[in-house]
């Protein structure tokens, strides 16, 4: 397992993906794969610089490991405010595009793209890990 | 992200290329808005050569499209890639920004 800590900012994003994706690529993920992968490192990854460190800085580590069937999981882990973002409200999609919000749209792509995602609050920190199957 | 302006009569066309994220969504915004602040109201955005969107983009689509729709313009977007496309079908925005397949009838549906 590998790790990486980064600043809780915008400026870290890349540095995050490229934590990530060469060893997807490696793994001959497909391009497709890789797409879903970056957007959802962005979408996790920007809920915690947005939400959890209010008015103040932190840090995010980031881990990376392979499970059981060349599943690729990358684990988030902060010391933010506790939020369990599978707890958000889902976004509705039917609703009428005047009424709708932009809050939740990040994570509902997150649940749509990633073939598992778990939260557990652990101590003071959130740790967030989502896993995505290498086929 | 490269945002290169064109104008077809009184329908402002807005081509991006590279990606629309959470690091380039603010200048997109800006470069929308202010032209909506000076009164135009047709934009047709050509994302022929966007590689990739995120919802710190599609925010900005939202937001463009209510305030659109307060002034009685229009927006349409035309020539998404495959993935591009998937994150609108994922997200419901397809359901309400019109997605045409090229420039031609994007224009043509707003003229």
Not at chain 1, 64 to 85: H, L, V, Y
Not at chain 2, 44 to 65: E, M, N, Q, T
Request: charged share 25%.
């Amino acid at each position: 397992m590998k790790s990486l800590e980064v600043g809780a900012h915008l400026d870290s994003l890349k540095a995050v993906q490229e934590f990530v994706i060469p060893d997807v690529e490696a793994m001959n993920g497909s391009e497709e794969l890789i797409q879903d992968i970056k957007l959802v490192l962005e979408e996790v990854f920007t809920n915690i610089v947005f939400y959890a460190y209010p008015g103040a800085a932190g840090t995010v580590r980031l881990t990376c490991f392979w499970g059981p069937e060349g599943t690729c999981c990358i684990g988030f882990e902060d010391n933010g405010i506790p939020f369990n973002p599978l707890e958000f409200h889902d976004v509705d999609l039917e609703q009428e595009f005047s009424e709708r919000e932009i809050g939740g749209l990040g994570i509902h792509l997150v649940k749509r793209l990633a073939h598992e995602v778990r939260y557990r609050r652990e101590g003071q920190s959130n740790i967030l890990i989502v896993c995505f199957r290498i086929d | 992200m490269l945002i290169t302006e064109t104008r077809e009569g009184n329908i402002v066309v807005l081509a991006v290329e590279g990606r629309l994220d959470s690091n380039t969504s603010d200048q997109f915004e800006k470069q929308l808005f202010s032209m909506v602040e000076q009164g135009e109201a047709r934009f047709v955005l050509d994302f022929g050569g966007l590689d990739y969107i995120s919802s710190a983009g599609l925010r900005v689509l939202l937001k463009a499209a209510k305030e659109l729709k307060k002034k009685d313009g229009r927006l349409c977007l035309c020539s998404l890639r495959d993935y591009v496309r998937e994150v609108f079908d994922m997200s419901g925005f397809a359901a309400f920004l019109p997605i045409h397949p090229s420039l031609e009838t994007s224009i043509k549906s707003l003229s």
